[in-house]
Each structure stands twice: as C-alpha cells, then as structure tokens.
C-alpha cells in the first residue's frame, strides 16, 4: 500500500504563509497523480489542487487560485503545497491524496485511493 503523511500545518494570520509537505512511502512515486484536499470545520471535503505524474501544470480550485501553489519531487517522493495569502476560510485539515490511475475527475473524493492521515492548519482573523 501506499503511505501518506503530510507535515507543516499550524497556525497563521490572515494574510500570511504556509508550506505543507507529503511524503509517499511507494518507490514507483512517479507513477502516481498526487492531490491535496481539505476539510474544514462542519464542511465536507474539498478539492484544493492537483498534479499529474509527468509533472505538468498544477490544478487548483477557484477559492485558492493564485493563492496556492502545489509542486512534486519525484526524487524525493514529496509533494508541496505553498498557501500564501491565507484567509480564515482556508481553516481546515489538509489531506495528502494519490492515485495511479489517469482517468477520473481530480475533484472528487472518489477518486483517489490513497489518503494521509491529515494535518490541521488554521488561520486566524
């Protein structure tokens, strides 16, 4: 199986910045589409952004666009995902996600296999 663990989450002011990373315990990490969601307070899961195992351009939903950036180290078996500008909005738990197949629509929880267990990160007003 694959393992996810996201790291980096915590506290931040509006306004301000966040680095998240997810590290995939799987040598054929090349292989494999890789995804962020989150999940915020009495709200159901949500799709942040995503990116293709040849490593093409990222794909965000509309409320972080040009907020978040997403980059993969296939060298290091990592993921990133760099969140500027951070709103109270943004306040969730940030889910690492995976999958190696190229069909499905990244927007939904279905499509992806694997998931870490999450980290929180909340930004105050």
């Known amino acids: 199986q694959v393992q996810l663990v996201e790291s980096g989450g915590g506290l931040a002011q509006a306004g301000g910045s966040l680095r998240l990373s997810c590290a995939a315990s799987?040598?054929?990490?090349?292989?494999?589409?890789m995804g962020w969601f989150r999940q915020a307070p009495g709200k159901e899961r949500e799709f942040v952004s995503g990116?293709?195992?040849?490593?093409?351009?990222?794909i965000y939903a509309d409320s972080v666009k040009g907020r978040f950036t997403m980059s993969r180290d296939n060298a290091k078996f990592t993921v990133d995902l760099q969140m500027n500008s951070l709103k109270p909005e943004d306040t969730a738990v940030y889910y690492c996600?995976?999958?190696?197949?190229?069909?499905?629509?990244?927007?939904?929880?279905?499509?992806?296999?694997?998931w870490g267990q999450g980290t929180q990160v909340t930004v105050s007003s």
């Open positions: 996600v995976a999958t190696i197949s190229g069909g499905g629509r990244w927007y939904y929880t279905q499509t992806w296999e694997y």
């Open positions: 799987v040598s054929t990490f090349w292989r494999y589409n």
């Open positions: 990116i293709s195992w040849s490593g093409g351009a990222a």
